[in-house]
T-cell receptor, first 110, second 111 residues
Framework: QQPVQSPQAVILREGEDAVINCSSS?????VHWYRQKHGEAPIFLMI?????EQKGHDKISASFNEKKQQSSLYLTASQLSYSGTYFC???????????FGAGTRLTVKP | DSGVTQTPKHLITATGQRVTLRCSPR?????VYWYQQSLDQGLQFLIQ???????AKGNILERFSAQQFPDLHSELNLSSLELGDSALYFC??????????FGEGSRLTVL
């Protein structure tokens, strides 16, 4: 029931782009994306709902293909502040049973 | 500040002991989730409560139990502690839909 994320880790230079993928074996109601800095609590980035809607947050955007049960997070022109571990979450109906992927560790270097 | 309060922030105890972690959700949030995060690992879902009732259960050990009280705060009880239980335990709250708000976590060290 836990979604699968890829890649496990990414190292970028400032200004480079990255894509993080999330897939699930179960039908998805929505997909959540969170970022966690080392030793801190995860922080919400965005929710993707059914309909293939693409949302954005600064230079971070995401897409959701419910037919393929997949979501992708796009980070463009990465900044040092983007470093952290990104988790996708896939709840059941009514936000029940929120499971997270294993995470993707993103490191942005100067 | 997410509005979710967890206590204690740090806890050191010995194997075989029992501890209780407490979580106060954001005002108005009926759902409370508990997650375990071992060192540099992912967020392992333990259990979810909604308005006092258990709503979903993850891979929570039998030695662990939780409840949500009428005032909506929740407690996670960990007993017969083992070295492997050392981890950061997060509580999160949400409404029926929308984002989860995480507390700062309770770091448990079992010696």
């Amino acid at each position: 029931q836990q979604p699968v994320q890829s890649p496990q880790a990414v190292i970028l230079r400032e200004g480079e782009d990255a894509v993080i993928n999330c897939s699930s074996s179960k039908a998805l109601y929505s997909v959540h994306w969170y970022r966690q800095k080392h030793g801190e609590a995860p922080i919400f980035l965005m929710i993707l709902l059914k309909g293939g809607e693409q949302k954005g947050h600064d230079k971070i955007s995401a897409s959701f293909n419910e037919k393929k049960q997949q979501s992708s997070l796009y980070l463009t022109a990465s900044q040092l502040s983007y470093s952290g571990t990104y988790f996708c979450g896939t709840p059941g109906g009514n936000n029940n049973d929120m499971r997270f992927g294993a995470g993707t560790r993103l490191t942005v270097k100067p | 500040d997410s509005g979710v309060t967890q206590t204690p922030k740090h806890l050191i105890t010995a194997t075989g002991q029992r501890v209780t972690l407490r979580c106060s959700p954001r005002s108005g949030d009926l759902s409370v989730y508990w997650y375990q995060q071992s060192l540099d690992q992912g967020l392992q879902f333990l259990i979810q409560y909604y308005n006092g009732e258990e709503r979903a259960k993850g891979n929570i050990l039998e030695r662990f139990s939780a409840q949500q009280f009428p005032d909506l705060h929740s407690e996670l009880n960990l007993s017969s502690l083992e070295l492997g239980d050392s981890a950061l335990y997060f509580c999160a709250s949400s409404k029926t839909a929308g984002e989860l708000f995480f507390g700062e976590g309770s770091r448990l060290t079992v010696l």
